[in-house]
């Protein structure tokens, strides 16, 4: 887009052309010969109120100018956060990963709480009375994790 805008022909170019070439101009069924066709050229180059009827897309380019750097800015902002976000996508599978194979959380390390646990480690704390180590009192739950009474 921005290749065509470069090329996009002046109202100067468009009569410098059309001069040097001494071309004509049908307009309907009439001809501007090219003598007249210089001349009506030449007054609208110095009237910019001419000039906008005559030549009425030479505003066009810098409309488009501005259109196409905004949605060009709009597409490499929308790049950058998507590239930031893969990023970040793989940062998380990576840790996600790390964690399911990290050696702590394999299934033959893991505690197995069950009863026969519990029978044969009757004083751990997560197995005192089916309480989990938590003792109540009169003000909420208290953890005691010590193995004595609590409060001691």
């Known amino acids: 887009m921005f290749g065509a805008l470069s090329n996009f022909p002046t109202p100067k170019f468009v009569s ?31 009237n910019n109120k001419l000039k ?14 501005q259109v196409g750097a905004l949605a060009l800015s709009k597409a490499v902002v929308s790049g950058i956060v998507a590239s930031a976000f893969l990023k970040q996508a ?15 959380n394999q299934p033959e390390n893991q505690l197995e709480f069950d009863e026969v646990f519990c029978l044969n480690n009757p004083a751990a704390p ?9 003792l109540a009192s009169g003000g909420g739950v208290d953890f005691d994790f010590s193995g004595g009474a609590q409060g001691q």
């Open 16 to 46: 410098e052309s059309w001069c040097s070439d001494r071309q004509s101009v049908l307009i309907g069924d009439d001809e501007m010969t090219p003598d007249y066709t210089c001349a009506v050229l030449y007054a609208a180059l110095k």
């Open 90 to 104: 793989k940062l998380v599978k990576d840790v996600k990963d790390e964690f399911d194979n990290a050696e702590f």
């Open 126 to 134: 997560s197995c005192r009375g089916g309480s989990g180590g938590r």
């Open 52 to 65: 906008g009827e005559i030549f009425y897309n030479s505003k066009v380019k810098s409309t488009l100018v």
